[in-house]
């Protein structure tokens, strides 16, 4: 079956660094262009960031412009999300999102950014 497993969240002190994997299996997963999502407690999903099917493309919210680096390797089937220079706003849910049809959500992992 089809599985989008995300990790790599936790807590972590404003100014600090997580990275995210996504391990994708079960579709063709190099046909997908590849999303980041986060949704925070009262506040609606929010695409953080997108890779093109080959990773020659990425596109980012401006409120991570310059801190977050999103990557893909399709020989291993996993994107991931570097997140540097974190703050409390960046404390959410982050979801993997294989964007085709049909696409594909993970579970989500959870970051929380606090002192």
């Known amino acids: 079956q089809v599985q989008l497993v995300e990790s790599g969240g936790g807590l972590v002190q404003p100014g600090g660094s997580l990275r995210l994997s996504c391990a994708a299996s079960g579709f063709t997963f190099s046909i997908y262009a590849m999303n980041w999502y986060r949704q925070a407690p009262g506040k609606e999903r929010e695409l953080v960031a997108r890779i093109s099917r080959a990773g020659h493309n990425t596109n980012y919210a401006g409120a991570v412009e310059g801190r977050f680096t999103i990557s893909r390797d399709n020989a291993k089937n996993t994107v991931t999300l570097q997140m540097n220079s974190l703050q409390p706003e960046d404390t959410a849910v982050y979801y993997c999102?294989?964007?085709?049809?049909?696409?594909?959500w993970g579970r989500g992992t959870q970051v929380t950014v606090s002192s």
């Open positions: 999102h294989a964007d085709g049809w049909p696409d594909y």
